[in-house]
């Protein structure tokens, strides 16, 4: 969200307030004496700005509030979660790709697999909330497979410079090998 917001409080009471504070969350940001109407411009509106405002009237005879919701969407940041896989048949290679923005409604786009060198090895599909699975290997010496930088590509529909974002992990892949002694 681009722009300038402003937050304003409108005191409706008598008699007239005596204090009217305005919070961001449980942080205070101002507080004004004997004044109805107060007003929190937010320069330039970011995802840090996301809270709740309350604002706070008081006079002799009591105190009322209001608390209003300032959502703010933006893209996600796409993080991902994983360990460095070591070869054994029964175990389920996973990773997860982790996002947060809002709106938290994602979209998960194809996993790309890249060598070390930064060349393309291979698509992978994810499932719908975003753990990639990676494909059986059978045998030890087909390990190397797996090593290499995984991309996970999410959308939750608000753009930037592009519509999907990006994580990026380097995942090592190292194998067991059982010597046999004759």
Do not use: W
């Amino acid at each position: 969200m681009k722009g300038a917001k402003t937050i304003c409080c409108y005191v409706e009471s008598n008699p007239e307030p005596t204090s009217t504070r305005l919070l961001n969350g449980s942080q205070e940001i101002f507080v004004e004496q004997y004044v109805k109407d107060i007003c929190y411009p937010i320069e330039r509106v970011s995802r840090y700005d996301r809270e709740n405002y309350t604002c706070i009237s008081e006079n002799e005879i009591g105190s009322g509030f209001a608390t209003m919701i300032l959502k703010v969407k933006y893209p996600p940041d796409v993080h991902l979660n994983y360990k460095n896989f070591t070869f054994n048949n029964d175990e389920m290679r996973t990773m997860q790709c982790k996002a947060e923005g809002f709106p938290s409604s994602y979209t998960y786009g194809v996993r790309e697999h890249r060598s070390e060198f930064n060349e393309h090895i291979r698509y992978l599909n994810s499932t719908n909330n975003g753990t990639l699975i990676l494909p059986k290997i059978y045998a030890a010496v087909d390990k190397y497979q797996d090593s290499g930088y995984y991309i996970c590509m999410v959308t939750n529909g608000v753009q930037n410079m592009k519509h999907f974002q990006q994580g990026t992990s380097y995942v090592v892949s190292q194998g067991i090998y059982n010597k046999s002694t004759d």
